[in-house]
């Protein structure tokens, strides 16, 4: 079992950057791919971002590609979310998500087949 802990989301207005981290527990972390979701008010989650368990190959959204990173340090068990150029439609509360084993296909993160969650962290886009 793994234990996810996000922070680092805040209020940021459009046009900026901004960077979420995600600290696990429990077991070894690179035994877990990792990925980022998000869900707006009145919106399913939706996955964002995801990235091998030795950070190799990484999968985006296509909404965010170009303008987010995903990455990992497997010797501080964290993974990290950048996000550039934000947009308003960017607000959510963004929730890091960790999957036993290999990466998978993209179609394989969806929301179901997460194995942990984080308790989520509020990323607010301005005008």
């Known amino acids: 079992q793994v234990q996810l802990v996000e922070s680092g989301g805040g209020l940021v207005q459009a046009g900026g950057s901004l960077s979420v981290s995600c600290v696990a527990s429990?077991?070894?972390?690179?035994?877990?791919?990792m990925g980022w979701f998000r869900q707006a008010p009145g919106k399913e989650r939706e996955f964002v971002a995801a990235?091998?368990?030795?950070?190799?190959?990484?999968y985006y959204a296509d909404s965010v590609k170009g303008r987010f990173t995903i990455s990992r340090d497997n010797a501080k068990n964290t993974t990290y979310l950048q996000m550039n150029i934000l947009k308003l439609e960017d607000t959510a509360v963004y929730y890091c998500?960790?999957?036993?084993?290999?990466?998978?296909?993209?179609?394989?993160?969806?929301?179901?087949?997460?194995?942990?969650w984080g308790q989520g962290t509020q990323v607010t886009v301005s005008s």
């Open positions: 998500a960790a999957r036993t084993g290999t990466l998978g296909y993209l179609t394989d993160w969806i929301s179901a087949n997460v194995e942990y």
């Open positions: 429990g077991r070894t972390f690179s035994s877990y791919a």
């Open positions: 990235i091998a368990r030795r950070g190799g190959i990484t």
